[in-house]
């Protein structure tokens, strides 16, 4: 009999901190039973504080690279972390229509925590039009639908309109909201948002939500059912936060090998 592990690809940039980006994907993949197929989609200069360059991978190598790995072996979700090129966004678009079949987990990095911007008004532009419509889940912060919905008046108006565009469902995160507790919102079309109440714990965090769409598109990947890949994919990473280490002089990073207890 034949092992299997699901794998999930992951498009997304290469942070030199650990903390967010590709290797954030592949840690949380790996702590949550699956295995990591990494298609790096820029370099960057960053630190804990914040992002100081990025350079995007050439559009032709991406699609070399995920093609290769495609027409080799099965990958069971698609997740999409920072696409900061409309030329990125591009092949990743074609890509995804050609396996129109395996779900999509997208978390549209647009900027840094220090405010450092990666995405400018073109790559928006085109993961409004290319990428939101092939979405299975999009995992966007205030902030982030804020730039994604740009003429809605409210949050939920925000939420609608990505609904509207063709991506199936919408957690909004709230962990930047003014608020004592973190509520989270998932939005459907022709449901009521469900609510989601979390701690709010006292830090900012390097990398977390790379790690809330990575854990979401790896419990997809086993095959649970959307609202429970969502609900297990948030307590994991409230738990990688909530053991997280100061590494640096700014946010901390997740410990999403929380879980792994050495005895003395």
Same mark, same amino acid.
């Given at each position: 009999?034949?092992?299997?592990?699901?794998?999930?690809?992951?498009?997304?940039?290469?942070?030199?901190?650990?903390?967010?980006?590709?290797?954030?994907?592949?840690?949380?993949?790996?702590?949550?039973?699956?295995?990591?197929?990494?298609?790096?989609?820029?370099?960057?200069?960053?630190?804990?504080?914040?992002?100081?360059?990025?350079?995007?991978?050439?559009?032709?190598?991406?699609?070399?690279?995920?093609?290769?790995?495609?027409?080799?072996?099965?990958?069971?979700?698609?997740?999409?972390?920072?696409?900061?090129?409309?030329?990125?966004?591009?092949?990743?678009?074609?890509?995804?229509?050609?396996?129109?079949?395996?779900?999509?987990?997208?978390?549209?990095?647009?900027? !840094?925590?220090?405010?450092? *911007?990666?995405?400018?008004? &073109? %790559? #928006? +532009?085109?993961?409004? @039009?290319?990428?939101?419509?092939?979405?299975?889940?999009?995992?966007?912060?205030?902030?982030?639908?804020?730039?994604?919905?740009?003429?809605?008046?409210?949050?939920?108006?925000?939420?609608?309109?990505?609904?509207?565009?063709?991506?199936?469902?919408?957690?909004?995160?709230?962990?930047?909201?003014?608020?004592?507790?973190?509520?989270?919102?998932?939005?459907?079309?022709?449901?009521?948002?469900?609510?989601?109440?979390?701690?709010?714990?006292?830090?900012?965090?390097?990398?977390?939500?790379?790690?809330?769409?990575?854990?979401?598109?790896?419990?997809?990947?086993?095959?649970?059912?959307?609202?429970? !890949?969502?609900?297990?994919? *948030?307590?994991?990473?409230? &738990? %990688? #936060? +909530?053991?997280?280490? @100061?590494?640096?002089?700014?946010?901390?990073?997740?410990?999403?090998?929380?879980?792994?207890?050495?005895?003395?």
């Amino acid at each position: 009999m034949l092992d299997f592990k699901p794998t999930v690809m992951c498009f997304s940039g290469m942070d030199p901190t650990g903390g967010a980006g590709i290797q954030a994907d592949i840690e949380t993949l790996f702590s949550v039973g699956c295995h990591a197929v990494p298609i790096v989609t820029a370099l960057t200069a960053q630190n804990t504080r914040n992002a100081f360059s990025i350079t995007s991978t050439s559009a032709a190598l991406i699609a070399q690279q995920a093609r290769a790995v495609l027409e080799d072996m099965p990958v069971q979700c698609f997740k999409i972390g920072l696409v900061s090129a409309m030329e990125t966004v591009e092949v990743i678009h074609t890509i995804l229509k050609d396996y129109e079949n395996i779900p999509v987990v997208l978390d549209p990095v647009v900027a !840094a925590g220090g405010g450092y *911007q990666f995405s400018d008004a &073109e %790559a #928006l +532009n085109a993961i409004r @039009s290319l990428l939101i419509p092939l979405t299975t889940v999009l995992t966007p912060n205030t902030d982030e639908i804020k730039q994604l919905a740009p003429a809605a008046a409210s949050l939920n108006a925000c939420a609608d309109e990505l609904i509207e565009a063709g991506c199936q469902h919408v957690l909004l995160t709230g962990t930047h909201a003014k608020t004592d507790g973190v509520v989270n919102r998932l939005y459907t079309s022709h449901r009521k948002a469900t609510l989601y109440n979390w701690p709010r714990l006292p830090d900012s965090y390097h990398g977390s939500g790379c790690t809330l769409a990575a854990a979401i598109a790896g419990y997809l990947a086993h095959k649970l059912t959307l609202r429970d !890949a969502i609900q297990q994919a *948030q307590r994991f990473t409230w &738990e %990688a #936060l +909530n053991h997280g280490i @100061s590494m640096g002089c700014g946010q901390r990073i997740p410990n999403r090998s929380y879980w792994n207890k050495q005895q003395p």
